[in-house]
């Protein structure tokens, strides 16, 4: 199978960092599912399949801030306003994926196990993108919260990659400008 070079291009390119969503339109479970499974796509050096995924939606959101916020207390954490700010920003979309990523002793594995659920990542995003779903990659307060992982029934040593939040998009932003391609080649 093909897919035309042109259209996958056009995809990447309309894929936007957006949290412009309708707030009342649920995403459902069956379609994140959909795009869960595209990240087992991704290149997985050795098979380990590292990717972890939990969703929370309804008040699921509002007790994934409250563990946030809770183990960032313990930590000493972020200041009062990033706390409180935690404690309610995971209600913004209707949706929100915690993505984790397995642990490895070895660190060249636990690097790839990394580069492996960031590109799985992608496919997801690219995939909500072709359904109308906007997405956008937050990064974790705490990428090791014992709160959240056990909220999320990971193991203790999982590591938060992504906190994705998913909603159908109401508007997609204009593109930013990228930097002109730079590219070293050696051939002898």
């Known amino acids: 199978m093909s897919v035309p070079f042109d259209s996958l291009a056009e995809l990447i390119r309309a894929r936007r960092t957006n949290m412009l969503v309708d707030a009342e339109r649920d995403v459902p479970v069956a379609l994140i599912e959909q795009l ?5 796509w991704a290149p997985n050096h050795k098979r380990t399949w590292p990717s972890r995924f939990a969703l929370f939606t309804g008040d699921g959101r509002a007790r994934l801030g409250q563990a946030f916020a809770a183990d960032m207390i313990d930590r000493d954490f972020g200041d009062e306003t990033k706390r409180t700010k935690t404690l309610t920003k995971y209600m913004r979309t209707p949706a929100v994926l915690v993505i984790g990523c397995i642990a490895d ?3 060249s594995t636990h690097d790839e196990n990394r580069d492996a659920v960031a ?3 992608q496919n997801m995003m690219l995939g909500a993108t072709a359904l109308g779903v906007a997405t956008y990659w937050g990064t974790a307060p705490l990428i090791d919260s014992p709160r959240v992982l056990e909220l999320c029934g990971f193991d203790a040593d999982t590591r938060i990659i992504n906190v994705m939040y998913l909603g159908w998009a109401t508007h997609v932003p204009e593109a930013p400008a990228r930097p002109p391609l730079t590219l070293h080649v050696v051939s002898a």
């Open 36 to 40: 869960c499974e595209l990240a087992l």
């Open 105 to 107: 002793a070895k660190q």
């Open 119 to 121: 590109a799985g990542i």
